[in-house]
């Protein structure tokens, strides 16, 4: 009797759902029996995921956030270890979240089972101390971008570069005004789109800030529009509860329940809190002002760690400063308002940016799901 394939997986964050929901689909074309489970979201789910506790636990940020849920999450990924170490599955993938993963990898491939990291830790940024951690944990890095297998060249971890898959979704050329069309936004009316984070710890820090750039943005261009995807009822009542605070509920803001793809399609420039968002408004081919702000806490222990000028992926992935960055201290809403208002003026900036965010937008198109799984079926198919 043929053995039913067993793949254990963990993703905690909305970006990582989606990313891990595109490898099963991909490795079921290949393994249709196969079973997946561990800790996953909703997208993973739909693909017949099994998760053994909700990913919503996993989702928070910066240190002093994950000090408040500490013993949760510690219990929870305890009670993990030991099932997968008496399941023994065919082999586990860590979907990005490596302070999670990168310890449950490290104790499963120490009994033998393929530990593979799917989104490299970013030791290109922050904390390349972790290269020893890593080495110790996985068996292979599923890498999204094109500069991280060199970083492995020198160990023993094997390192494919599959490409993001969100440039695999997001056409090469979007049409802006069938996009305003289907929003019932006039062609003509200057549109911003507003990305303050998928966490609710993101807009607790972030929601007044943009909010206050957006009023500032509207004494010099009354005429403007502002979209605000916001990822759930928690997220989109914390924005809420921030405009009655501010006296801006009257004011043009549109909320909208996820859809950012659309929300960033349709407008001129964005705001966007650093993180997968700037990626995808760079995909979608718009210019934009990163902005991010944490406890004052995180803020110094996560400023200390880093190794590169840039925090925003696509200024990363251009090496060099291709849209403004403001950070913690300088994310006020004068610099933030300043900097959307000379995008929104002067096309030329625009047309530039846009031609470096094609460009990376082509080198990061890689059928990334169908890559992922090419490089893991070996191990299942070992198994």
């Known amino acids: 009797m043929r053995q039913v394939p067993r793949i254990a997986m963990v993703a905690g964050e909305a970006s990582s759902d989606q990313l891990a929901a595109h490898l099963i689909t991909a490795l079921k074309q ?9 800790i996953g979201g909703p997208k993973m789910q739909r693909e017949g995921f099994e998760s053994l506790w909700p990913a919503e636990m996993l989702a928070v940020r910066g240190y002093a956030e994950v000090l408040r849920h500490y013993r949760a999450i ?39 089972i393929p530990t593979i990291h799917f989104v490299s830790p970013s030791i290109w940024a922050w904390r390349r101390k972790r290269m020893a951690k890593i080495v110790q944990s996985v068996s292979h890095i599923l890498a999204l971008y094109p500069f991280e297998p060199e970083l492995y060249r020198d160990t023993p971890v094997k390192c494919s ?9 997001i056409p090469l050329q979007i049409d802006q005004r069938a996009v305003r069309e289907r929003l019932g936004i006039a062609a003509g009316r200057p ?14 820090y972030m929601a007044e800030t943009f909010i206050e750039t957006a009023k500032l943005l509207l004494e010099r261009q009354p005429q403007l529009q502002f979209l605000v995807p916001l990822v759930s009822r928690e997220t989109r009542l914390q924005f809420e509860t921030a405009l009655w605070k501010l006296k801006a509920d009257e004011l043009p803001f549109t909320l909208m329940f996820g859809h950012a793809a659309d929300a960033i399609a349709a407008s001129d420039a964005a705001l966007v809190a650093s993180g997968t968002a700037t990626l995808e408004t760079a995909l979608v081919g718009r210019p934009m002002v990163i ?8 803020w110094r222990l996560m400023r200390g760690m880093r190794y590169l000028p840039w925090v925003g992926l696509p200024n990363i992935l251009a090496g060099r400063y291709v849209v403004p960055e403001f950070l913690q201290d300088d994310a006020t809403p004068e610099n933030l308002s300043q900097a959307l208002g000379n995008l929104l003026v002067d096309r030329q900036v625009g ?10 937008h082509r080198l990061l198109r890689q059928d990334t799901a169908q890559k992922a799984a090419a490089a893991v079926l070996p191990y299942l198919q070992r198994a």
């Open 351 to 360: 047309a530039a940016i846009f031609r470096v965010f094609d460009g990376i």
């Open 191 to 204: 549109v911003i789109a507003l990305l303050p984070g998928s966490r609710q710890s993101e807009l607790h």
């Open 74 to 112: 510690t219990r929870m990924r305890r009670r993990l270890l030991r099932r997968l170490l008496q399941d023994k599955p065919d082999a586990f993938i860590g979907v990005d979240g490596s302070d999670f993963n990168l310890w449950l990898e490290r104790r499963l491939k120490r009994h033998g």
């Open 30 to 38: 290949h393994l249709p029996d196969a079973e997946f489970y561990g």
């Open 161 to 169: 570069y599959v490409g993001h898959p969100l440039a695999d979704v």
């Open 291 to 298: 902005a991010y702000k944490m406890s004052p806490w995180s």
